[in-house]
């Protein structure tokens, strides 16, 4: 009022344009950190999905929205068992097996106290990879989605994969994880760093469990457990593990077997659309199966094109460069996808642990640790060990309690 009827003093509206001066850019500030804050701290590009290779969009689910929820419902901040505890780790061995460890760009925490999950960085990792994976339609093709007949592009090579009846008849109608939705869940990986860790019942006392490669799980129950709701197989293992094709026993056949009535109904993961030469393997699968009726749910993922580009990326994001995602890579995506809380066993692509101790590959074997020219799987242990630091999960080297 007073500005109009009175003749108000030039320095006097000077300082009114320089307070708005001033104002504006805190203003701007102010906004862009909340609009920041509000964003994923990921920011990847739009991948596209499918057999064809068609742009999918992801399609909103229950599971989805009954997320925050359960998060809310679960207490805050839950806390585990810790990685590389201080208090039990025997700092001289520790410091003998740096070389291998720097060597991978990794400098083990000394001084990493009890970590926990933390539900806001769970969410976001979540709902960044729910922009670009769907946990159904890039889990399994479904009845509805192929043909007897049709050919399927690998994943690498120009070649492709032919639908047989056979194999249509183990493709499932729907996803087998369609609208599922898990507070707690355990994606074991095959390091020997799992033996005399007694974790199993702690695995076990998880709501889903993932298991990869159709592990031995016979014998190693104290470390690893015994429950499995989700097993992946890559058809490689049909000759890596049970016999090579020149000299296939009747023992072989019946060690497979036995291996795959272990999945009882849950759900076997087949990525059968990774290399032409891996058809003979899946042939071999599907005919055991369908043998011998067993009630295993199938899931076939499309050619992983595009999955294999957004993992690759959510590694970037992180600072890790990695070449084709390991199964474990795979799983952990799978996992934050569908779970509010993620425990992972059995990672750690290293010879030694912590104390010194000599590793094997896998848990079941006593092949070395051998460096792996198609994964990267020191980076991805980085990154992992990344995300168990921000709390989106939780990251076991230690025995469990
Ligand atoms: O299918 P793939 O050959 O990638 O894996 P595997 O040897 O059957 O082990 C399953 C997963 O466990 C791997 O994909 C890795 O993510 C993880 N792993 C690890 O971190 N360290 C090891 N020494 C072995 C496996």
């Not at 990685?83 to 083990?108: I, K, V």
């Not at 799980?217 to 015994?226: A, R, T, W």
């Not at 026993?249 to 999945?263: A, G």
Request: charged share 20%; proline share 4%; aromatic share 8%.
């Amino acid at each position: 009022m007073c500005l109009k009827k009175c003749n108000t003093p030039r320095l006097f509206r000077g300082g009114v344009v320089l307070l708005f001066v001033l104002t504006l850019p805190m203003l701007y500030i102010s906004l862009y950190e909340r609009s920041k804050n509000a964003e994923p701290r990921f920011h990847l590009k739009k991948v596209t999905s499918g057999v064809h290779g068609t742009s999918q969009r992801v399609k909103k689910q229950t599971a989805k929205d009954n997320f925050k929820d359960v998060l809310a419902a679960s207490s805050r901040r839950a806390c585990s068992a810790s990685f590389l505890n201080a208090d039990s780790t025997n700092q001289t061995s520790a410091q003998n097996n740096t070389a291998e460890l720097s060597r991978a760009g990794f400098t083990a925490p000394q001084n990493e106290s009890k970590m926990c999950l933390n539900s806001t960085e769970v969410q976001n990792m979540r709902q960044h990879i729910l922009k670009f994976y769907n946990p159904e339609t890039n889990l399994t093709l479904t009845q509805s989605s192929v043909r007897i007949g049709q050919r399927l592009k690998y994943e690498f090579g120009a070649e492709s994969f032919n639908v047989t009846e056979d194999f249509l008849k183990l493709v499932p109608k729907e996803s087998p994880l369609k609208d599922r939705h898990f507070k707690t869940c355990a994606v074991v990986g095959n390091s020997g760093i799992v033996l005399n860790s007694s974790c199993g019942q702690e695995i076990d006392s998880m709501d889903f469990v993932i298991r990869c490669n159709l592990p031995q799980i016979e014998g190693y129950e104290k470390d690893v457990g015994s429950k499995a709701n989700f097993t992946t197989m890559n058809p490689s293992i049909v000759n890596h593990n049970f016999g090579q094709w020149n000299n296939k026993t009747k023992d072989d056949y019946d060690r497979l077997l036995r291996r795959l009535k272990q999945i009882g109904d849950q759900i076997l993961y087949v990525p059968a659309f990774t290399t032409p030469v891996q058809e003979k393997n899946v042939r071999v699968i599907t005919q055991v199966l369908l043998e011998h009726k067993l009630p295993i749910s199938a899931a076939f993922p499309p050619a992983r094109i595009q999955i294999n580009r957004l993992v690759k990326s959510i590694w970037a994001n992180a600072g890790f460069k990695i070449r084709t995602p390991s199964t474990g890579a795979h799983m952990y995506t799978l996992a934050a996808a569908i779970c509010d809380q993620i425990y992972m066993y059995g990672f750690y692509p290293f010879s030694e642990d912590t104390r010194g101790r000599a590793l094997s590959y896998h848990y079941y074997d006593t092949d070395k640790m051998i460096s792996n020219s198609v994964h990267s799987m020191p980076e991805e242990f980085k990154a992992l060990l990344q995300l168990h630091k921000r709390g989106a999960l939780v990251l076991h080297t230690e025995q469990c309690n």
